[in-house]
C-alpha cells in the first residue's frame, strides 16, 4: 500500500513539474498610464511567440499592489485566452532600485563604524574604572617616599587624561556618525517604506492552433498612486484676464518605475484663508438667538506620525474626503491644507498604514498612523487550478492618494508640457504629449498642464457684520468649457502672493467666483448708533430699536465696483413685526432678510450707508434682538 501511495506521490509531483515547465516567463515594459485621483491603471503590450496548443505565460516583475479585479488581457491573433490568474512570487522579491540599495549599503556601513566606536568607548571606560579601583599605593608593611608617590601620581594622571581626551575624540565621532546615520535613515524614508513587498505575477492560459506570434495586451488597475489638481491664480490688475495655471500633483509608490511612458491624468475619481464670508438667514422668533458668525476653520494643519515609533512620515497624503482636494506631508511630516465651507472630514493615507479619517473641530490636527496588519494572498498555480496561501505581508494598503507639499521644494519637479484634453461623458482625461517618467520614490511632481488666460469680471465684496474687511471676487463665465475640478489655489494679485483659497466647482452655478483675497486699500465699517438703538413699551407690545452706520473708502487709484451686504431679522410669526425705518436704498430679500448694497466708488471717496429697523412683539414675551 506504502508502494502505490509514493508512486501516486511521484507521478502528481512530475505532473506539476510537466505544469510548470510550461509556463513561458514574460518580461514587458509599461507602455501606457492612466493616473486617477485614486489609483492607476498600467497597460504593457508585448509580442509573444505561441507554440501550438495550450500555453502558460507568466508576466513577472508586477507591482504588488495590483487589484486583482481589474487585470485584463487581450490577445491579437488566431489564439483564445482561457484564463487568467493573479499571484504574489514571496520568494522573487522585487529588483531594489540602485538609489535604494547604495543608500542601504551606506547606512549599514555607518552603523558598523557606530558600533566600533562604541566599543572603543566601552573598553576606555573599563580602563578608567580599573586605573580608579587601583589608586591604593603601597602595602600595609610598607612606607612610600616621595619619588614612589610623584610617580605614581604622575602615571595615573597622564593615563587618566590620555583615556579622557581619547573618549571626547571618539564621542566627537560618534556624534558625526549619528547625524549621518540620520539623514540616511530619514531619505530612506522619503524613498520606501520598512515594509518588503512580494513581486506581482499574472499567469494567462492562453491556446493556439498552430504556432503563432500574438500580440497580447495587458491592462490592470494599482493602488499606491494618484494624482490631483491644484492651481495658480494671478491677478495683475482688475483691468486684466486672470491667469490661471492648471496643475496635476502626482506620485506613486507601485514599487514600479514608469519610464518614458505615455501619461494620461483622469478625473474619474498662507495661513490666512481667501474664502469671503456668508450671511446666514436671521430668523427672529421667542428664546431664539441672532445667527453666531464664529469663523469656520478654513485652513487645517498639523504632523502625521507612525504610531509605533513616533517617526514622522513624509509624503503621506491627506484629503477632504470625498474631494479631489488635497496636498502630502513634508519632510517633517507637517502639513497645511485649505479647507472649504461645508468640508467636515479629512482622510490621512500612507503606504503600509491603515486609513484614518478624521472630523475637522480646530485649526490643528495631529495624527498617529497604524502600520497595518492585512495580508497579501499569495495565488499558486497548480497545474490549471490554483489554490489559496496567506502571507503576513501588506498588501491592500490604504495609502494611495498622491499629492504635494509646496514648501518643501526638494522633492518637487514642476514641468510644463505639451498635452491635449479629452472630455468623455463623465470623466476628463489630460493626455501627455511627450514620453514621462515618474519613478516609485515617493517623491512628487508638479506638472503644469494647462495654462489659461480668463476674462473675469471683478468686484469687491465685503460683510462688516461679520469681517470689517473687503474682498476681491473674479467672476468667471462660460468656465464649465475648462474642465476644472475643485482644487487648493495660490492666489498671487498684483505680483504679490496674497494667500491660498479653494477653487470649489462642485457648487458653482453660471458663474464660477473666485475670491482672489482681502485688499486692505478699502476699509470697511460698521459701527451702532447708540441714539437710535432703544427698547420701550408700545400698548401691549414692546419695540426694540436697532440702528447701524456703515462706511466704505476707497483708497486704491482706481475706481472699483463693491457689494455690501447686511441684514434685518425674519419674523416667522405673525405677532412679531420687522419694519426697516432706513436702508439707504438697499436691495431687500424679504426671504432671508439680506441687504444688498452695489455701488461703484472712485479713487478716495467714501460712501455711508445707514441701516435702522425697529422690531415689535407682546410685551409680556422675551425675545433676543442684536
Known amino acids: 500500500m506504502n508502494k502505490y501511495c509514493l508512486l501516486l506521490f511521484l507521478l502528481i509531483c512530475n505532473y506539476n513539474f510537466a505544469q510548470e515547465s510550461n509556463e513561458i516567463p514574460v518580461n514587458t515594459e509599461i507602455n501606457d498610464v492612466t493616473v486617477f485621483i485614486e489609483g492607476a491603471q498600467i497597460t504593457r503590450k508585448k509580442e509573444v511567440a505561441l507554440k501550438s496548443g495550450v500555453s502558460i505565460l507568466k ?36 529588483e531594489k532600485s540602485k538609489e535604494l540599495t547604495d543608500l542601504e549599503q551606506a547606512l549599514e556601513t555607518i552603523e558598523e563604524k557606530i558600533d566600533v566606536e562604541k566599543t572603543q568607548i566601552t573598553i576606555i571606560n573599563e580602563e578608567i574604572a580599573f586605573l580608579n ?36 575624540e571618539i564621542k566627537k565621532g560618534l556624534s558625526h556618525l549619528i547625524r549621518e546615520q540620520r539623514d540616511l535613515e530619514d531619505q530612506l524614508k522619503t524613498i520606501t517604506s520598512k515594509k518588503e513587498f512580494a513581486n506581482g505575477e499574472i499567469i494567462v492560459k492562453i491556446e493556439a492552433k498552430q504556432a503563432t506570434k500574438a500580440n497580447l495586451t495587458l491592462t490592470y488597475v494599482v493602488n499606491n498612486a494618484g494624482w490631483f489638481p491644484s492651481y495658480d491664480i494671478r491677478a495683475k490688475d482688475i483691468d486684466e484676464p486672470i491667469q490661471l495655471v492648471y496643475k496635476a500633483n502626482v506620485k506613486q509608490d507601485t514599487k514600479i518605475d514608469w519610464k518614458n511612458v505615455k501619461l494620461k491624468f483622469s478625473s474619474a475619481n498662507p495661513n490666512l484663508s481667501g474664502i469671503a464670508p456668508e450671511l446666514r438667514t436671521y430668523y427672529l422668533d421667542y428664546n431664539m438667538s441672532p445667527p453666531r458668525y464664529n469663523k469656520s476653520v478654513n485652513e487645517i494643519s498639523g ?42 472630514l479629512i482622510k ?50 490604504e495609502g494611495k492618494v ?10 518637487i519637479e514642476s514641468k510644463a508640457i505639451p498635452m491635449q484634453k479629452t472630455e468623455n461623458q463623465t470623466t476628463i482625461e489630460f493626455e501627455v504629449d511627450i514620453p514621462y517618467t515618474i519613478n516609485s520614490d515617493n517623491k512628487s511632481y508638479a506638472v503644469d498642464m494647462v495654462n489659461y488666460k480668463l476674462p473675469a469680471d471683478y468686484q469687491y465684496y465685503a460683510i462688516p457684520k461679520i469681517e470689517k474687511e473687503a474682498y476681491l471676487v473674479a467672476n468667471i463665465n462660460n468656465w464649465e468649457q475648462y474642465s476644472l475640478l475643485e482644487g487648493e489655489a495660490n492666489i498671487f494679485f498684483e505680483n504679490t502672493f496674497v494667500g491660498k483659497t479653494i477653487l470649489d466647482t462642485r457648487f458653482a452655478s453660471d458663474t464660477l467666483e473666485i475670491s482672489l483675497g482681502r485688499d486692505k486699500n478699502v476699509s ?91 422690531v415689535k412683539y407682546p410685551k409680556n414675551r422675551n425675545l433676543v434682538v442684536e
Do not use: C
Request: aromatic residues 8%.
Open 348 to 397: 490621512f493615507s500612507y503606504i503600509g498604514y491603515e486609513t484614518k479619517t478624521l472630523p475637522v473641530q480646530g485649526s490643528t490636527l495631529n495624527v498617529r498612523l497604524i502600520e497595518s496588519q492585512e495580508k497579501l494572498e499569495e495565488v499558486v498555480v497548480v497545474g490549471y487550478g490554483r489554490q489559496k496561501k496567506s502571507h503576513s505581508v501588506g498588501a491592500k494598503l
Open 133 to 168: 579601583e587601583n589608586r591604593q599605593i603601597g602595602g600595609k608593611d610598607r612606607t612610600l617616599n616621595v619619588n614612589d608617590l610623584k610617580t605614581t601620581s604622575d602615571f595615573y594622571s597622564n593615563k587618566l587624561t590620555s583615556l579622557k581626551l581619547k573618549e571626547l
Open 303 to 344: 504632523t502625521v506620525i507612525s504610531n509605533s515609533d513616533n517617526s514622522p512620515l513624509p509624503g503621506a497624503n491627506v484629503m477632504i474626503d470625498g474631494t479631489s482636494i488635497g496636498t502630502t506631508t513634508d519632510f517633517d511630516g507637517f502639513y497645511s491644507l485649505t479647507v472649504p465651507d461645508n468640508s467636515s
Open 402 to 411: 498622491s499629492g504635494i507639499q509646496i514648501a518643501k521644494a526638494e522633492n
Open 59 to 94: 508576466f513577472t516583475n508586477l507591482s504588488p499592489f495590483i487589484q486583482n479585479k481589474s487585470v485584463q488581457v487581450k490577445a491579437l491573433g488566431d489564439v483564445t485566452v482561457l484564463g487568467v490568474n493573479h499571484q504574489q512570487n514571496f520568494v522573487d522579491k522585487l
Open 524 to 614: 470697511v465699517n460698521r459701527e451702532k448708533i447708540t441714539d437710535y438703538t432703544s427698547k420701550k413699551f408700545v400698548g401691549t407690545k414692546k419695540e426694540e430699536s436697532r440702528a447701524w452706520s456703515i462706511s466704505v473708502k476707497n483708497n486704491k487709484s482706481k475706481a472699483i465696483n463693491m457689494v455690501v451686504l447686511d441684514q434685518v431679522p425674519v419674523s416667522k410669526l405673525d405677532e412679531i413685526k420687522v419694519d426697516i425705518i432706513e436702508s439707504s436704498k438697499a436691495k431687500l430679500d424679504t426671504d432671508t432678510g439680506e441687504l444688498k448694497w452695489e455701488f461703484d466708488i472712485s479713487p478716495n471717496e467714501k460712501k455711508e450707508f445707514d441701516l435702522h429697523y425697529t
